[in-house]
């Protein structure tokens, strides 16, 4: 942002007018792309004044701006991806990673040791889950998964039985839930930390995936939660061609992620980056159009005789607990759902392989819709006992709505529904 920027500007405007100033860069009007892996220092003091300042803090002599190091460490276009997801998520500063995994389990391997507990919503993204009860709990980590995050008894079950497996380090949050779109309550989870903190134990960072609604439709920082990630691969990238996960929150939170990541070196590339800011552009305008499909389609499949349900914010029951929760906590539905169909995995299979329009990919966000099978794609790695006992059976579809004409969605629809 230029120096003269005005303050408190919307959200739509701070995805362009945000972590760029033209007269860094000779006046270009859009950042350049800097494609450098080490960069060249003026003197060998400045130098060690760099690294001094990049591994210990210390200021620079004289209040001059720090330099460069290597890419890996931090890059001119990491730093303006970093200032625009800050800005938009409302947090002091950000972390982007390679991928939405690479920044969770960042977060996870930043945050929670052997002998730790971890209460996490379900279900939940397969890569997360997986590495969660396949994978973390090899090295004495604890999940405990609960249900139902906007009823505060069945929460407060689930953190005493955590409690009795090791201290709760962490409440991962993911709401809307992946693939069924279920509702959580942020503020209540950031209540049972603070009712932990309470009993002299550590208080538990509150970290919540905003991926299905983005920064647009949900604010997890102003809910009370420590951390925010998405997975920008999504919306915030939005045309299905790059990869990228973004963690915000208090500069003392993301300061040791941003420390694991230089040893991990699963930074996002300078390449990718510049493309997030292309995105980040046009997210507010992608957002408004695909929730405004998503919710023709998600009343247009409701009605047809051949689809069983359809898990969709819009239909949140009024008056009941979850509605209240979605009308405090979120600024929109979002574009994507899931939907059961009458039968099976065979009519599942039947119906979208006639599928001629809609595309059948895992994934989510982009300006093409996607439909997927969650329980033979994104979640085959989860048992199907665990997988059904969170509503993911073989009836099952997730279904992310892009900005196609909503009547060509529906007739493509209504042709391959023929099939079951």
């Known amino acids: 942002m230029t120096k003269d920027a005005p303050k408190n500007l919307h959200l739509d405007t701070l995805t362009i007018a945000t972590g760029y100033d033209p007269a860094t860069a000779l006046g270009a009007a859009k950042p350049p792309l800097y494609l450098s892996s080490t960069f060249v220092y003026p003197n060998s003091q400045y130098a060690k004044d760099t690294h001094a300042n990049f591994f210990e803090g210390a200021p620079m002599p004289g209040g001059e701006r720090p330099g460069y190091i290597y890419a890996r460490l931090s890059n001119p276009n990491l730093d303006m991806v970093e200032a625009r997801l800050a800005a938009l998520d409302g947090g002091e500063t950000a972390a982007v990673f390679a991928s939405g995994m690479a920044a969770m389990t960042s977060i996870l391997q930043a945050f929670v040791r052997p002998g730790d507990s971890v209460l996490y919503g379900r279900p939940l993204y397969g890569g997360v889950d997986w590495f969660l009860n396949s994978h973390f709990c090899q090295f004495g980590v604890h999940p405990v998964g609960y249900t139902d995050g906007v009823d505060a008894n069945h929460m407060r079950a689930c953190v005493a039985e955590a409690q009795k497996l090791g201290p709760v380090a962490m409440i991962l949050v993911e709401t809307p839930a992946n693939p069924t779109a279920v509702i959580s309550d942020i503020r209540l989870a950031a209540t049972l930390a603070d009712e932990i903190a309470a009993t002299g134990a550590k208080r538990p960072l509150v970290v919540v995936d905003n991926t299905f609604l983005g920064p647009f439709l949900q604010s997890p920082l102003a809910e009370g939660a420590d951390l925010c990630m998405t997975a920008l691969t999504k919306y915030c990238?939005?045309?299905?061609?790059?990869?990228?996960?973004?963690?915000?929150?208090?500069?003392?939170?993301?300061?040791?992620?941003k420390t694991l990541r230089t040893m991990l070196g699963n930074y996002s590339d300078p390449h990718t980056c510049w493309m997030l800011m292309r995105s980040f552009e046009t997210l507010h305008l992608r957002t408004e159009r695909a929730a405004a499909n998503a919710k023709i389609l998600a009343e247009w499949l409701r009605a047809h005789p051949k689809v069983a349900s359809v898990t969709y914010f819009g239909f949140l029951p009024e008056g009941g607990p979850a509605r209240e929760v979605f009308e405090?906590?979120?600024?929109?539905?979002?574009?994507?759902?899931?939907?059961r169909i009458k039968g099976g995995e065979a009519e599942a299979f039947r119906m979208l392989d006639r599928l001629k329009l809609l595309k059948l990919a895992v994934s989510l966000g982009g300006a093409e819709t996607l439909i997927c099978h969650p329980a033979s794609t994104t979640h085959y790695q989860i048992e199907r006992a665990r997988r059904e006992a969170v509503g993911i059976d073989d009836a099952t579809l997730r279904l992310s709505i892009g900005l196609e004409h909503p009547d060509d969605l529906i007739n493509d629809f209504a042709q391959a529904l023929e099939a079951i």
Do not use: K, M
């Open 237 to 257: 990238g939005g045309h299905s061609d790059l990869l990228a996960g973004g963690v915000t929150g208090r500069n003392a939170l993301i300061a040791p992620l």
């Open 328 to 339: 405090r906590q979120c600024r929109g539905a979002g574009s994507t759902f899931s939907f």
